[in-house]
Antibody, heavy 121, light 108 residues
């Protein structure tokens, strides 16, 4: 079964750093794109960016460029979303998702369960 | 960046009724690269439709996607109790991919 399993919920203070993870299983991790999506409480879905673990090709949505870092470790089939200095406005649920095909321009058909990040002083 | 506008914001219907959801793009969506997702409270989004009209694996045939260019529609032929949820369209033909703001289908 193809699965993405995300790391547990986090509670952090403003200014702290954070890395959350997304581990793929049941498929060839290096051959499909992994994307990240933000959903603030009670709000819609926002596309953050994608990574191709095979060669670490990364594409950020302009709204998130410079705000977060996307990376992957193909040796352990995991992708990461990192912040160097969290803000209260980063409070959200974060989802990872996998492309249905190897091409970037395909729908993402498998989603992780989400990681809730709460940033509060 | 392509802006997707969904309408209506909320659709109040009864089980058994037909739901028609609209997604309009600010520019042509290349290659018909339009997807629809369903999201229920406390759950991750689920892919329903890709390529504007192709149902994802396991999606019942009461869900139908149509449209091209800048105008797309998701039709749910007869609403089942489990279909009451929020629906999002997403274009993935141009970078960055973008989502619409969502349509909530609620029980009347």
């Amino acid at each position: 079964e193809v699965q993405l399993v995300q790391s547990a919920a986090e509670v952090k203070k403003p200014g702290e750093s954070l890395s959350i993870s997304c581990k793929g299983s049941g498929y060839s991790f290096t051959n499909y794109w992994i994307g990240w999506v933000r959903q603030r409480p009670g709000k819609g879905l926002e596309w953050m960016g994608v990574i191709y673990p095979g060669d670490s090709d990364i594409r950020y949505s302009p709204s998130f460029q410079g705000q977060v870092t996307i990376s992957a470790d193909k040796s352990i089939s995991s992708a990461y979303l990192q912040w160097s200095s969290l803000k209260a406005s980063d409070t959200a649920m974060y989802y990872c998702a996998k492309s249905s095909l190897r091409s970037l321009h395909t729908a993402f058909n498998v989603w992780g369960q989400g990681t809730m990040v709460t940033v509060s002083s | 960046e392509i802006v997707l506008t969904q309408s209506p914001g909320t659709l109040s219907l009864s089980p058994g009724e037909r739901a028609t959801l609209s997604c309009r793009a600010s520019q042509t969506v290349g290659g018909g690269s339009l997807a629809w997702f369903q999201q229920k409270p406390g759950q991750a989004p689920r892919l329903l439709i890709s390529g504007a009209s192709t149902r994802a694996t396991g999606i019942p045939d009461r869900f139908r996607g149509s449209g091209s260019g800048t105008d797309f529609t998701l039709t749910i032929s007869r609403l089942e109790p489990e279909d009451f949820a929020v629906y999002y369209c997403q274009q993935y033909g141009s970078s960055p991919r973008t989502f619409g703001q969502g349509t909530k289908v609620e029980i009347k």
